[in-house]
């Protein structure tokens, strides 16, 4: 049972041999400065995308922007005077707005004076407040739909019967030498606003149009406000819908007409009818088609999963430094190993390049063919990567304790086994049959000591390899 245990632990750590600077992993200046690119890399990378998130700069899943109608203003580029035709005093041209529910005007008419001039030729009359609304388009409704609802917009001379308290109407000649002469254009502008990803808020964005104006050529435009259900999802872990109707764009389409078109068609709940001469006549409604579109806004968890993306990206370079230190660990040991049986490798400069490809060997400052030195050196680095196993190691050792068994005899090997001697740091301290001991399992007869000679096996560092 604990076996079949055993092999569902994933935590499980390798047996790590020690190095030369008693390291149990073999780590390289190079792999070091990969590493720290990493890190740094990782850490930008991260506090970046962060503070990304928090500002709201990361863009949410949304392909157009949507709209929300915010003012309407009709603005007279008068190139010609300074005079502002719009004002509640000396009126000239009087700004009408009609309420039209259904087919009838619903309301008394109200009079959009100017209230501000900027820059001293731009005439401004504006609409802050409103309500329109689309009912079936055939006529029909339910019960609890209210009634078809429109803005109707028209520009007239000044009537005196029309003017409220606490206005006038400019003299007549005033009015006769104002339309005289051209006036330029009539700017319509709606504010509309847009969707802020980053401050989770609408910004206002104008959207103007412009007609020629012009009382020898009266217009009538039908503006359609092209309405948009937004849904916004603002929540960091769940969903936190937010609903908003915002108005999406607008198109007009413009026709000419006679001065007397709008009163030919406008009719009051009385069934009467209003007498005026119109100089241009604007019509505000909701177009029958309406969008739907739901913003989702970044989740923590894909702000997480983008970040993840390039962990991933670090891993693989993690295993490609990995891969690159294993290479060169074992190329090292291997080398280090041929050294043992071959001391004259010692003397031995061999050149690589980045992959790890020799590209010149040197003996004793002697550049030698490199056709031969790898056939040989490949063969070599095969038997060493041989005996660079744990079962070599155990089958060396063995080999050992044979040699020790049959110079010894298995008795005395049991005696040295047996012996606990004392740690001493003098040798006056250890007792005499130690000392002859250790010095009779140590001591070597020169006949016995192995030749120089029979380490200068390999023959490869001959003359006659040499360029």
Known sequence: MLAILEKFDIFGVPIKLKTIKQQEQFKTSQSGVIAIIIMMLSLAYFVYVMQQ????????????????????????????????????????????????????????????????????????ITIDKGKLVLSQVDGSKADDQEEIKQYFIFFTKCRSDWMEEGGYCADQQVIDDYFSINHGLLFLSINLQQYNYENLEFDEIKKTQFFAFEESSPFYSQVILQKQRTTVDKGILFNSFEYFDVIKDYQVITQAVTKKFAQDTIKTVENSQLEFE?????????????????????????????????????????????????????????????????????????????????????????????????HKYNELLEIARAKFTFNNLIQELSRVQLVLVNQIGMENLKKIFKKEEDLKFFEQDRSPQTQCQVQNL??????????????????????????
Do not use: C
Not at 356 to 368: F, L
């Open 442 to 467: 140590v001591s070597v007869s020169p006949e016995e000591s192995p030749k120089i000679q029979e380490f200068e096996r390999f023959v490869l560092f001959s003359s006659d390899f040499s360029d």
């Open 53 to 124: 998130w928090i500002n709201g700069q990361l863009i949410p899943k949304v392909t157009t922007y949507e709209w929300e109608n915010g003012e309407i203003s009709f603005t007279l580029y008068d190139l010609s005077t300074q005079i502002n035709p719009f004002t509640k005093q000396n009126n000239i041209i009087m700004p009408v707005l009609l309420e039209i529910s259904g087919l009838l005007v619903s309301a008394q008419p109200r009079f959009l004076y100017s209230t501000q001039q900027v820059d001293g030729d731009k005439n401004v």
């Open 278 to 374: 119109t100089l241009g006549t604007f019509v505000f409604r909701i177009d029958n088609i309406e969008a739907n579109e739901t913003i989702l806004m970044p989740k923590l968890g894909e702000v997480l999963a983008q970040i993840g993306s390039i962990v991933n990206m670090i891993m693989l370079l993690k295993l490609l430094s990995n891969m690159i230190n294993t290479t060169m660990l074992e190329s090292a040991i291997l080398h280090q190993i041929i050294e043992i049986y071959y001391p004259q490798f010692k003397q031995v400069q061999i050149t690589k390049n980045f992959l790890g490809q020799v590209k010149e060997v040197r003996y004793k400052g002697v550049e030698i063919k490199l056709t031969q030195f790898k």
